[in-house]
């Protein structure tokens, strides 16, 4: 049990573009739902906190206008990156909690972006 | 500041002894902490966890030590074998509903 996927595994887009990674639990309810950062050779960076129907909570230094969050179910959460930059070029990893005060996170597999 | 540090950046273990991975934190309200596993371009993998009301958590090969005094724990995987090579998280949490603060990330290679 405990399983995330995300789709697309890999996307290759425009500078301008915009770019839509889903995240879904696949066998369990998840009322929080989390999206992450990761450089190469880096640890994971936390950008943003999503509760199912509720707005993102965004951490310091991510745009929320670039970044859009939405938990629109408790088996999906969507980033969509927004007029998206080289810079924005990096792994981006969702995780997901079960809710009644459960600590551990499940991640999904990743979705590699890759802005030319 | 760093809340949650794992010191060593990388391991070198040789195959069927003893690895034993590192975490410090500074947070005394952390009240569970976690390790993660990661491969390359892989989302990490829940390994075990620890409540802060145990020192000891033992799954097979896996053991995590909680010392609370010190705020540190420790995850030992015995024996080692090639297929744990790979980058271990450590992270901690307070309540169930804040986001996991995690380290840096220590690279275990299992040598042959």
């Known amino acids: 049990g405990a399983v995330v996927s995300q789709h697309p595994s890999r996307v290759i887009c425009k500078s301008g573009t915009s770019v839509k990674i889903e995240c879904r639990s696949l066998?369990?309810?998840?009322?929080?739902m989390f999206w992450y950062r990761q450089f190469p050779k880096q640890s994971l960076m936390l950008m943003a906190t999503?509760?199912?129907?509720?707005?993102?909570?965004?951490e310091q230094g991510v745009e929320k206008d670039k970044f859009l969050i939405n938990h629109a179910s408790l088996t999906l959460s969507t980033l969509t990156v927004t007029s998206a930059h080289p810079e924005d070029s990096s792994f981006y990893i969702c995780?997901?909690?079960?809710?009644?005060?459960?600590?551990?996170?499940?991640f999904g597999p990743g979705t590699r972006l890759t802005v030319t | 500041d760093q809340q949650v540090k794992q010191n060593s950046p990388s391991l070198s273990v040789q195959e069927g002894r003893i690895s034993i991975l590192n975490c410090d934190y500074t947070n005394s309200m952390f009240d569970y902490f976690l390790w993660y596993k990661k491969y390359p371009a892989e989302g990490p993998t829940f390994l075990i966890s620890?409540?802060?009301?145990?020192d000891k958590n033992e799954d097979g090969r896996f053991t995590v030590f909680l010392n609370k005094s010190a705020k540190h724990l420790s995850l030992h995987i015995v024996p080692s074998q090639p297929g744990d090579s790979a980058v271990y998280f450590c992270a901690a949490s307070h309540s169930g509903n804040t986001p996991l603060v995690f380290g840096k990330g220590t690279r275990l290679s299992v040598i042959a």
């Open positions: 066998d369990f309810q998840a009322t929080t």
């Open positions: 995780s997901a909690r079960r809710g009644g005060g459960w600590y551990e996170q499940y």
């Open positions: 620890i409540s802060s009301i145990k």
């Open positions: 999503s509760n199912e129907g509720s707005k993102a909570t965004y």
